[in-house]
């Protein structure tokens, strides 16, 4: 397996703002696609997955997406459900307006974290995800607005590979709404849901993850 670092994460460096995130972090997806692959993606790593196997369908063997957040899918299918379900992004977007990091890092975590109260992380913690929650409003252009235009001319149908639609069982209903919204437009693609996990269910629920894309896997 090879996994790369997002922007500003991990080993990677920091993003400077030039040029658009979401294209930033395709790009260096597909500078490791050097085979067909299958590809496997959590939340917004889970769009650029999904983005990759719409533009270069031939190097990509299956794909597996783990709650993606492409809410610009759900948005044109249903947007009244999606605004009410969103509701935390005004919490999330005065915060940020307003130049306070941590209060819009709380916030988010607080919607799309694995249920750890912020009390109970560590300063350092902390203090990490307050330094990178740019990322967030960063990530709309694409996510909300689909600013690569991947909605248009019905370039799903090009991802022809197996798909994969991973849910927490006991995440919100917008989870279900965006991998539904995914899924209709996807070829050949199917939706399943981890009993008892939530967005963060890659790290609180590793072995039901991980009997569905091996199920995947064995199909493709």
Same mark, same amino acid.
């Given at each position: 397996?090879?996994?790369?670092?997002?922007?500003?994460?991990?080993?990677?460096?920091?993003?400077?703002?030039?040029?658009?995130?979401?294209?930033?972090?395709?790009?260096?997806?597909?500078?490791?696609?050097?085979?067909?692959?299958?590809?496997?993606?959590?939340?917004?790593?889970?769009?650029?997955? %999904?983005?990759? $196997?719409?533009?270069?369908?031939? %190097?990509? #063997?299956?794909? !597996? %997406?783990?709650?993606?957040?492409?809410?610009?899918?759900?948005?044109?299918?249903?947007?009244? +459900?999606?605004?009410?379900?969103?509701?935390?992004?005004?919490?999330?977007?005065?915060?940020?307006? !307003?130049?306070?990091?941590?209060?819009?890092?709380?916030?988010?975590?607080?919607?799309?974290?694995?249920?750890?109260?912020?009390? +109970?992380?560590?300063?350092?913690?902390?203090?990490?995800? $307050?330094?990178?929650?740019?990322?967030?409003?960063?990530?709309?252009?694409?996510?909300?607005?689909?600013?690569?235009?991947?909605?248009?001319?019905?370039?799903?149908?090009?991802? !022809?590979?197996?798909?994969?639609?991973?849910?927490?069982?006991?995440?919100?209903?917008?989870? #279900?709404?965006?991998?539904?919204?995914?899924?209709?437009?996807?070829?050949? $693609?199917?939706?399943?849901?981890?009993?008892?996990?939530?967005? %963060?269910?890659?790290? !609180?629920?590793?072995?039901?993850?991980?009997? $569905?894309?091996?199920?995947?896997?064995?199909?493709?």
């Amino acid at each position: 397996m090879t996994a790369f670092d997002l922007p500003s994460h991990g080993g990677s460096s920091d993003w400077d703002g030039s040029g658009d995130l979401h294209d930033v972090t395709t790009d260096m997806g597909r500078d490791l696609l050097s085979e067909p692959m299958d590809l496997i993606g959590h939340s917004f790593g889970a769009t650029v997955a %999904m983005r990759l $196997a719409i533009e270069h369908p031939e %190097m990509v #063997r299956s794909l !597996t %997406m783990i709650e993606p957040v492409y809410f610009a899918a759900a948005l044109e299918d249903h947007p009244e +459900e999606i605004n009410k379900a969103m509701e935390l992004t005004q919490e999330f977007d005065k915060a940020w307006e !307003t130049g306070d990091k941590y209060a819009a890092a709380r916030v988010f975590n607080r919607a799309w974290g694995d249920g750890t109260p912020w009390s +109970e992380f560590s300063d350092r913690a902390r203090s990490y995800m $307050a330094e990178r929650i740019h990322f967030v409003p960063a990530s709309a252009p694409f996510l909300y607005h689909d600013n690569a235009g991947l909605l248009k001319d019905d370039k799903f149908s090009r991802a !022809t590979m197996p798909s994969l639609l991973i849910a927490g069982g006991a995440s919100g209903e917008i989870a #279900r709404v965006v991998n539904g919204a995914i899924a209709r437009r996807l070829p050949d $693609a199917r939706c399943v849901e981890v009993e008892g996990a939530g967005h %963060m269910a890659p790290i !609180t629920h590793p072995v039901g993850v991980a009997k $569905a894309i091996r199920e995947l896997l064995e199909r493709s």
